[in-house]
């Protein structure tokens, strides 16, 4: 919480920011990961959706496109005949206001009280409306009523339209000009009828008064709108169809090649998990076809391989063996007889007494050598057994530096324990284990320089593991992934003190992975290296991470990470607790600056705030074969990389 208050930050080296936003962009992943992971998965979805995105958007580009055609052309034609019929009545209004007048017509009154220009005017929009009864309305209005002011007489209209229908713009229109007007408008209808749209053309006119007035024809769009209507349901339903249509013939042709790309792909699985018979059904003459049986003749060629590959190395295998169980014979007798001539070495001369040291030094290195190669032999031929069993870790690491103390002194090194405060209770096969342990330590102290080693234990959740740090010549980038590798020596040139064969690391993975567990490395040129056992607590359960980080919080990068972070907090790193003591190397200088007294189980570090899931980067798989009901090939996780090894 502290970390968050201080830096803003909820993770170290993540997005600065809360823990609101990344729960609430966590919340809305999660529904969306199983869709995005089908997307991400299936070929044949993404070219099916792709294929009715696209389809789609033609079908409504296409749709857009014909209906503006479509609609254009109605009104075009509406409007000529609108105009037509327009025309028509303006003529034969214009000719009636010409002809001569009845008796007693103009100026009179009528009984009703209408004047005669107001009665004609209304017995002409009757007579034009007949025309084209449910076609069209007729409506006049008097020229005067567009100004502001002037008297206006009742407009006289057909159909039960109102005087409103006709817009304002179209009567200025047709106030000043004396050709014919039109516009689209909104017909409206007295008694409560529906409103619908439709054309109007106007003109002005004058009446048998010589007096202007202005004659309107509206034309419903009612017949047009149904049309249009239609046009637009045979559309969106063509195009439903084609889309469909579309879609069900992109996974048609999609599923004939993908089909076979899944076949193949699922063969190629059950190939690389052993099952080399697998064949791929071919059917026609075909690409695919010709795919598949270039497939199966790879597979067939590979399976050759592979079988030529075991009857070799069943071979080398059952050679190691026979050639070390038949020189375990001879080799006692030569044993026999320089223990004879080492025990009576006092009698010779020195060259010769030295000699007799010298023999009985090889033979020594040559019983380990065999030793070696028969435990390797076993691990090839799957015949290693594991007797695991609770124990506790302190008792075989305690075990373990006291054999290697005499080596430590002569080199002049101290080895340290930290974390063996607590119980690190584990099943598993102590001599195996105590020989993985060995031959770390021993190597830490051999190419340690003279520094301290420091032997770290951990214990956390379902994870126990050992941590051999030493402050010598390290490792150089990529010899932590090759270190495991059969005979592989960082430096062909330095020369073996302890005697070793160049199989411990090889013999040493391999019980890790009979554990189900990891042996990995760390280094760095000039500041030591790292070596980890993780087991876990109960046999055959799957390792998620470490208590124990791979690489160490003095490394170098760690500390430049921390004078970095130190500078920009202006605090001092004096605060830290340093588990490595000073190293008394060339000249009493210290590898790593700033360090405190020696501790001995002094730092509580069974769990290291950065272990789990650990942060390795070197990983030596477990592999199936060699625990049938185990973790079969390792644990994957973000704490493993799998090491190629050299043989």
Do not use: C
Not at 40 to 68: D, E, H, Y
Not at 279 to 289: F, L, N, S, W, Y
Not at 470 to 492: C, Q, S
């Amino acid at each position: 919480m502290s970390r968050f208050l201080q830096g803003g930050r909820l993770f170290e080296d993540r997005t600065p920011g809360g823990p609101v936003p990344r729960l609430l962009m966590r919340w809305v992943r999660r529904p969306l990961l199983p869709a995005v992971r089908l997307w991400r998965r299936n070929l044949q979805l993404r070219v099916v959706a792709g294929t009715l995105l696209m389809s789609i958007g033609v079908v409504l580009l296409l749709g857009f496109v014909v209906i503006g055609q479509v609609r254009n052309g109605l009104l075009d034609a509406k409007g000529k005949a609108a105009q037509t019929q327009a025309a028509g009545g303006f003529a034969a209004a214009q000719e009636k206001a010409n002809a001569p007048l009845a008796p007693g017509g103009q100026g009179s009154e009528g009984a009703d009280g209408m004047t005669g220009s107001t009665s004609w005017r209304t017995e002409l929009v009757d007579q034009l409306a007949s025309g084209g009864k449910n076609a069209f309305n007729v409506v006049a209005l008097s020229a005067d009523s567009v100004t502001e002011g002037a008297g206006s007489r009742a407009a006289r209209g057909s159909g039960s339209v109102e005087a409103s229908s006709v817009p304002e713009r179209l009567r200025q229109n047709v106030s000043k000009g004396q050709g014919a007007y039109q516009t689209y408008s909104l017909i409206q209808y007295s008694y409560g009828n529906e409103s619908q749209p439709g054309l109007v053309v106007g003109k002005r006119l004058y009446d048998i008064d010589q007096q202007p007035y202005e004659l309107y024809y509206l034309f419903p769009l009612t017949q047009e709108e149904k049309s249009l209507a239609l046009v637009k349901t045979t559309l969106a339903t063509a195009g439903l169809f084609v889309v469909v249509l579309l879609g069900a013939i992109a996974w048609f042709v999609v599923r004939q090649v993908v089909t076979p790309v899944r076949m193949a792909a699922g063969i190629a699985e059950r190939l690389s998990a052993g099952k080399l018979q697998e064949r791929m059904k071919v059917t026609g003459e075909d690409d695919i076809a010709r795919l598949g049986e270039a497939f199966n003749k790879m597979a067939q060629n590979l399976q050759l391989k592979i079988q030529q590959l075991e009857e070799l190395s069943r071979m080398q295998r059952r050679f190691v063996s026979d050639v070390s169980h038949e020189l375990r014979t001879p080799l006692t007798t030569v044993r026999m007889a320089a223990d004879v001539i080492h025990e009576a070495r006092a009698d010779f001369d020195p060259v010769t007494a030295r000699s007799a040291e010298l023999l009985g030094d090889q033979l020594d290195r040559f019983e380990s050598l065999l030793a070696d190669l028969l435990e390797i032999s076993r691990f090839d031929a799957g015949a290693a057994a594991l007797e695991a069993e609770p124990i506790d870790l302190r008792t075989v690491v305690h075990r373990v530096i006291g054999g290697a103390e005499p080596l430590a002194e002569r080199k002049g090194t101290r080895i340290l324990v930290v974390g063996d405060d607590q119980p690190v209770i584990a099943e598993a096969d102590a001599r195996r284990v105590e020989r993985v342990l060995r031959n770390l330590v021993v190597n830490a102290v051999e190419h340690g320089e003279g520094r301290d080693v420091v032997v770290r234990m951990g214990v956390a959740q379902g994870a126990v593991a050992v941590a051999v740090r030493d402050y010598g010549v390290g490792l150089k980038p990529g010899e932590a992934t090759r270190v495991f590798n059969r005979f592989w020596r960082a430096d062909p040139a330095r020369a073996r003190t302890t005697g070793g064969t160049g199989l411990g690391l090889s013999i040493a993975v391999e019980d890790a992975r009979l554990h189900g567990g990891w042996l990995q490395a760390w280094g760095e040129p000039g500041g030591g290296s790292q070596f980890r056992l993780t087991l876990p607590r109960t046999a055959d359960e799957p390792l998620r991470g470490s208590p124990i980080p791979l690489e160490p919080e003095d490394s170098r990068r760690n500390r430049e990470d921390r004078a970095r972070d130190d500078a920009g907090s202006g605090t001092s790193g004096d605060h830290r607790l340093m588990s490595v003591p000073p190293q008394p190397g060339a000249g009493g200088r210290s590898p790593l600056p700033g360090r405190g007294p020696a501790v001995r189980n002094g730092a509580p570090s069974s769990v290291h705030p950065a272990a789990l899931p650990g942060n390795g980067a070197r990983v030596v798989a477990r592999q199936a074969p060699e625990r049938p009901g185990g973790v079969g090939n390792g644990v994957q996780n973000s704490d493993q990389e799998d090491t190629t090894r050299g043989y």
